[in-house]
């Protein structure tokens, strides 16, 4: 997988998977932009023991983002949903 289509070869702009919000994401805050805030945004996956050292762990919209949510709360990561035109 990856952000930009299979291991990131597609097309750099959002999609319908993940409803946009990983690329918008990734594009706003991923790498240096992210760590200058103290946020990690990665475009591959991140290893476990990052996840658990974390207060919060993201979980956008697109496959898989109930596995993420349930890592995080396994890892003590609190997780927080990005979906656009969700109302709470």
Known sequence: ????GWHNRGPQRP??????????LWSQWGGDA???????VSNSSIPD???SESKFCLAPAGDGWGIR?????????L???AQPYVMQ
Do not use: D, E, F
Not at 15 to 24: A, E, K
Not at 69 to 77: E, P, V
């Open 1 to 4: 997988g990856g952000i930009w």
């Open 79 to 81: 997780p927080l949903i």
């Open 49 to 51: 023991a990052k996840w």
């Open 34 to 40: 992210g760590k200058a805030h103290g946020l990690l």
């Open 15 to 24: 999609t319908g998977y993940s409803l946009g919000m990983r690329q918008v």
């Open 69 to 77: 949510i349930g890592k995080s709360a396994k890892l003590n990561c």
